[in-house]
């Protein structure tokens, strides 16, 4: 579902990130940890072009993201054909990012309507339903100051969900949420995986990686350092990076 190959990125003389590779299969979660700085981000913002990196190729199900292949180059994509790309893609942000004048069931109806040309009566039902799959069928005309931290993110979730997306991108969900919301955002996720979407999902939240992630990928300076089922990353970890930062956050 998602390929990432020999992707490279600099911000301005420093290079974030240094040649990755990643596959994540359909139906799979893959978990990236590592400390700030380490590319985790930046590598999250190249799979739906938000970046773009400056080497290397991504492809969300088969599809060359940005670019179209002409023989042996590639040319850059207009930003009408990178939007029609990214509706597919849905990212969560660390901080919701929602319309505050809207209500929360607006929030989530407002792409499928503008992006995907829906009728505005069908896109809220869809959205009515969004809601409630994510708890929060209560709160349909609730406005975004009138809700929880941890409700704004499932609102988020839910609108993410409403372009029926490939693949659902997560950056650091949580770290924007006092501790005690924390965990409805993350049963949220949970359930997610449980049904089968397909998610990469940046945590600092270990223990809730070695519990969703088929893959759990470590990233320090801009390289994938170690990558691999749960069982062998977070408890035999080969690189003594690896293992220093999982000492640390334990």
């Known amino acids: 579902m998602v390929e990432v190959r020999g992707v490279r990125k600099s ?38 072009h938000l970046e ?10 088969g599809e060359l993201m940005g670019y179209r292949r002409v023989g042996d180059r590639l040319h850059e994509l207009k930003e009408r054909a990178v939007l029609r790309q990214r509706a597919r893609i849905g990212f969560v942000f660390q901080n919701f990012h929602l319309f505050p004048h809207l209500t929360a069931v607006e929030n989530v109806a407002e792409a499928p309507v503008g992006a995907l040309r829906r009728p505005r009566a069908e896109a809220r039902r869809e959205a009515a339903a969004l809601l409630a799959r994510v708890g929060l069928g ?25 372009l029926s997306p490939r693949v659902l991108l997560f950056d650091e969900p949580t770290s924007a949420l006092d501790p005690e919301l924390v965990g409805e955002v993350l049963t949220t996720i949970r359930d997610l995986a449980l049904g089968g979407t397909t998610m990469i ?25 170690e990558q691999g ?11 003594p990076r690896t293992r220093a930062f999982l000492a640390q956050v334990r």
């Open 52 to 61: 773009r990196p400056d080497a290397g190729i991504v492809r969300v199900d």
């Open 229 to 239: 089922p749960p069982a062998e990353v977070l408890d035999r970890p080969d690189h």
């Open 11 to 48: 911000f301005g003389d420093v290079e974030v990130l240094h040649g990755v590779d990643l596959d994540v299969h359909a139906g799979e979660v893959a978990t990236i940890l590592g400390p700030s700085g380490s590319g985790k981000s930046t590598l999250l913002r190249t799979i739906n």
């Open 138 to 162: 209560d709160r349909l005309d609730a406005y975004p100051r009138q809700l929880s931290g941890g409700q704004q993110q499932r609102v988020a979730i839910a609108r993410a969900l409403g």
């Open 201 to 225: 999902v940046v945590t600092h939240e270990v223990g809730f990686a070695r519990e969703i992630a088929d893959t759990v990928v470590f990233m320090d300076r801009g390289h994938v350092v």
